[in-house]
T-cell receptor, first 117, second 114 residues
Framework: NAGVMQNPRHLVRRRGQEARLRCSPM?????VYWYRQLPEEGLKFMVY????????ESGMPKERFSAEFPKEGPSILRIQQVVRGDSAAYFC???????????????FGEGSRLTVL | DQQVKQNSPSLSVQEGRISILNCDYT??????FLWYKKYPAEGPTFLIS?????DKNEDGRFTVFLNKSAKHLSLHIVPSQPGDSAVYFC?????????????FGTGTRLQVTL
C-alpha cells in the first residue's frame, strides 16, 4: 500500500507564473488535507477536501489559491500568479475517515517545495 | 493567533537520558493532542496521541502527559536514541463542524548526542 504521493517534489516558478501541486492519497482514503510550512514555522492548515467537495477552506488565502479533489485523479492545489511569499513546503495528508486526524490516522506525503524567484 | 505553542525551538540531550518536549495550548475546545516527528525533506509521521479525557498515554519509549488545567502537554522519550534526532511537532485537534483538522505548533528540534 503506497503512501501519500506528492509531485513535484521541487518546483521553481518565477513571480506571476502558476504552480500546480498534485497529491494522490493512500488507497482507500477519501479525506485529503493540504498544509503549508513556511521557513522556520509549523504546518498551517489550508484546506480539507473529500471527493469532489471542499469541506473546509478556512486556511486558504482568499485570492490566487484554489484546491480540488476530483472524482478521478489526484487532488490539486493551484496557486496562480505566484509571489515570493508563496515559497514554502506544501504537504498533503490523507485519512480514511472524518475523525482519523484525531488519533493519528492522518498520513502525510513528503511535501512539495515551491521556490518563487 | 498561535493556539498551539512550542516555546523551545531546540533541545539537546545525551543518548540514554530522558528528552522532555513541551507544548502549551490556548483553546480549551481541543479534544485530542498528538505528537508528530519530522525528518528533513520528509513529511511528518505520527508518534503518539492522547484524548483530552486522559492525562497519560504510553507507547514504548514515548509517553505523553496532559495537564488540562494548565493547558499543557509534554512528550517524554526515554531512553533517548540518536535516531530520535528530528523536529517534533505538537498538534491539537477538535471536531469543528464536519472537519477534523490539526493545529500545529512551530516545532522543537531535538538533537540526541552520543
Amino acid at each position: 500500500n503506497a503512501g501519500v504521493m506528492q509531485n513535484p517534489r521541487h518546483l521553481v516558478r518565477r513571480r506571476g507564473q502558476e504552480a500546480r501541486l498534485r497529491c494522490s492519497p493512500m488507497k482507500g482514503h477519501s479525506h485529503v488535507y493540504w498544509y503549508r510550512q513556511l521557513p522556520e514555522e509549523g504546518l498551517k492548515f489550508m484546506v480539507y477536501l473529500q471527493k469532489e467537495n471542499i469541506i473546509d477552506e478556512s486556511g486558504m488565502p482568499k485570492e490566487r489559491f484554489s484546491a480540488e479533489f476530483p472524482k478521478e485523479g489526484p487532488s490539486i492545489l493551484r496557486i496562480q500568479q505566484v509571489v515570493r511569499g508563496d515559497s514554502a513546503a506544501y504537504f498533503c495528508a490523507s485519512s480514511p475517515s472524518l475523525t482519523g486526524a484525531n488519533t493519528g490516522e492522518l498520513f502525510f506525503g513528503e511535501g512539495s517545495r515551491l521556490t518563487v524567484l | 493567533d498561535q493556539q498551539v505553542k512550542q516555546n523551545s525551538p531546540s533541545l539537546s540531550v545525551q543518548e540514554g537520558r530522558i528528552s522532555i518536549l513541551n507544548c502549551d495550548y490556548t483553546n480549551s475546545m481541543f479534544d485530542y493532542f498528538l505528537w508528530y516527528k519530522k525528518y528533513p525533506a520528509e513529511g511528518p509521521t505520527f508518534l503518539i496521541s492522547i484524548s483530552s479525557i486522559k492525562d497519560k498515554n504510553e507507547d514504548g519509549r514515548f509517553t505523553v502527559f496532559l495537564n488540562k488545567s494548565a493547558k499543557h502537554l509534554s512528550l517524554h522519550i526515554v531512553p533517548s536514541q540518536p535516531g530520535d534526532s528530528a523536529v517534533y511537532f505538537c498538534a491539537a485537534s477538535g471536531l469543528t463542524g464536519t472537519a477534523s483538522k490539526l493545529t500545529f505548533g512551530t516545532g522543537t528540534r531535538l538533537q540526541v548526542t552520543l
